[in-house]
């Protein structure tokens, strides 16, 4: 049984994000279901301070994304974008190096930035963002509090913990994660709004974001998995493993880290029966189906990938139809 067409008007969707898998499964929801009313928690954990300013790239992803803004290519940053400001500070041998940051985005990290300083929340600096953007759903940051997520790595004969964005970006995650810490995680609290939007969420979807590093560090603030799971609503993910590998990124290296083995079934029993009620594999996964059910959570192969806004879509009423199979 699948929601009814007078169901998905009004429907309350909430979406754990992280930056690229996050924001296009985003735009493809908004497709399939344009009159919802969407809520997006958005990782923080990624969140990095750099040339005295705070950086949310997950959060400008989702934004820029669902706004207009993004450089499609890419998957994250701004499009028609130059970088005057990175050269101009590297001639003053200002670094990173690393970090693309250019000229347009820049804009956003300094009005952030003088948001922070004047003493408004992240999760307000975010809605005001937003005004100008306008991405068409609520945009939260999982939380005000700062996290960070480090990465523990050997190197030069020493375990290290360093950035997460020095692991990515820089090594491009070239060395073994040892462990992946969620820092400051603990002792966060969910920004305002984001457990009343559980609360009163029809449907939660875990896009195909990173589900250690993007969904597994939003899980880490105390509350929002409880929330979650109590919910008593369908909670429905789509992989981001396909053919036992990534489709982007590195997201085999942090699951490795947490002893997860890089599968479509191995994410799913990750997330566990306690939290999951349905799971979308692609169609090269198929044979993942008996695995993920045996495990207690209903499963069903669809192609998952987000070529373009139309397939996506189609992957977003798949899910919503899983929802809607799985319902009490
Ligand atoms: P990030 O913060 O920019 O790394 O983005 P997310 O955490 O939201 O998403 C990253 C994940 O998206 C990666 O693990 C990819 O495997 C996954 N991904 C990217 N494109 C696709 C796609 O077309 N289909 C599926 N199923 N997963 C995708
Ligand atoms: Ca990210």
């Known amino acids: 049984m699948s929601y009814p067409p007078d169901k998905l008007l009004y429907m309350r969707i909430v979406v754990l994000a992280g930056g690229i898998g996050g924001a296009r499964f985003l735009r493809g929801l908004k497709q399939a279901a344009p009159d919802a009313d969407i809520t997006v928690i958005g990782n923080t954990g990624d969140d990095i301070h750099l040339f005295g300013l705070k950086v949310c790239p997950d959060l400008d992803t989702v934004m820029y994304t669902l706004g207009g803004g993004i450089n499609e290519e890419q998957g994250w940053g701004r499009k028609d974008e130059s970088f005057h400001v990175k050269e101009e500070l590297a001639a003053y041998g200002v670094g990173p190096e690393w970090f693309g940051l250019g000229d347009r985005d820049f804009a956003t990290h300094i009005v952030r930035t003088q948001m922070l300083g004047a003493g408004y929340p992240l999760s307000a600096v975010t809605e005001a963002l937003c005004a100008r953007w306008k991405p068409g759903v609520r945009l939260l940051p999982m939380s005000d509090d700062r996290v960070e997520t480090h990465v523990a790595v050997d190197m030069d004969g020493e375990r290290r913990a360093i950035h997460f964005q020095e692991y990515w970006v820089k090594l491009r995650a070239s060395v073994e994660a040892q462990a992946i810490v969620p820092v400051g995680a603990e002792q966060a609290k969910p920004a305002p709004g984001v457990l009343e939007a559980i609360a009163e969420a029809d449907v939660i979807l875990f ?122």
């Open 207 to 328: 896009p195909p974001s990173n589900p250690v590093v993007s969904v597994g560090t939003i899980l880490a603030v105390p509350g929002i998995r409880e929330a979650i799971a109590e919910a008593g609503v369908p909670v429905v993910g789509l992989s981001p493993i396909v053919g036992d590998a990534p489709v982007r990124g590195m997201a085999d290296k942090v699951l490795a880290a947490v002893g997860v083995e890089s599968t479509a079934a191995a994410v799913a029993t990750h997330y566990g029966s306690g939290l999951l009620d349905g799971w979308l594999v692609d169609t090269v996964d198929a044979g993942a189906v008996g695995e993920v059910e045996a495990a207690g959570i209903r499963c069903r192969a669809v192609p998952l990938m987000m070529t373009d806004v139309d397939a996506t879509a189609e992957m977003a009423r798949q899910a919503l139809a899983l929802a809607g199979e799985v319902r009490a």
